[in-house]
């Protein structure tokens, strides 16, 4: 399985501040994406990236930036945190060999 | 737009009987098909997959099925065991969109 680990697991925040979370990975996969875990909507998709530099928006992007300068890094961020990201924030990861994700742990953020 | 459901938030069965899981989909691009699972405070695992070239995948206790025609699949846990207890997500993806849809997860409840 791949290396992932989030960073920070937990993270409590104020409205209006900025947060960065982290997603690192150890396997060189060429696929990173950023979701969301929410009661009644399931897993959605925020930002993926297909290589380094190369990124794109998924359905619930708004509110959030994201930047991959390395292969083994994917920072997801909220410029000015609200209540509505409060949510668990999940990172995988994909190679061209596999059809499918090895996730993360996940970080729970809490916007108060 | 949901172009992934699981209708059913919850599903409680008897240890020893059999799980069905079930998920719809509405577009027909999708040609694979995931099912993950999830234990509180850890990122989803993947359990088993099936192509739209197959009607049906078996893996030990898990037998997925897929009906392209009624664009359904189900997820057939037998005998169900306590540690299955847990959040399963459907998953799907286009040939070629290098990302997953998933549904909104069913929590799944083993009684001794």
């Known amino acids: 399985d791949a290396g992932i680990t989030q960073s920070p697991r937990h993270k409590v925040t104020e409205t209006g501040t900025p947060v960065t979370l982290r997603c690192h990975q150890t396997?060189?996969?060429?696929?990173m994406y950023w979701y969301r875990q929410d009661p009644g909507h399931g897993l959605r998709l925020i930002h993926y990236s297909y290589g380094v530099k190369d990124t794109d928006k998924g359905e619930v992007s708004d509110g959030y930036s994201v930047s991959r300068s390395k292969t083994e890094d994917f920072l997801l961020t909220l410029e000015s945190a609200t209540s509505s990201q409060t949510s668990v924030y999940f990172c995988?990861?994909?190679?061209?060999?596999?059809?499918?994700?090895?996730f993360g742990s996940g970080t729970r953020l809490t916007v108060v | 737009d949901q172009q992934v459901k699981q209708n059913s938030p919850s599903l409680s069965v008897q240890e020893g009987r059999i799980s069905i899981l079930n998920c719809d989909y509405t577009n027909s691009m999708f040609d694979y098909f995931l099912w993950y699972k999830k234990y509180p405070a850890e990122g989803p695992t993947f359990l088993i997959s099936?192509?739209?070239?197959?009607d049906k995948n078996e893996d030990g206790r898990f037998t997925v099925f897929l009906n392209k025609s009624a664009k359904h699949l189900s997820l057939h846990i037998v005998p169900s065991q306590p540690g299955d207890s847990a959040v399963y997500f459907c998953?799907?993806?286009?040939?070629?969109?290098?990302?997953?849809?998933f549904g909104q997860g069913t929590r799944l409840t083993i009684n001794p």
């Open positions: 099936i192509s739209s070239i197959k």
């Open positions: 396997e060189n996969h060429r696929y």
């Open positions: 995988a990861t994909m190679g061209d060999t596999y059809y499918g994700y090895t």
């Open positions: 998953a799907a993806s286009a040939y070629g969109a290098q990302k997953l849809v």
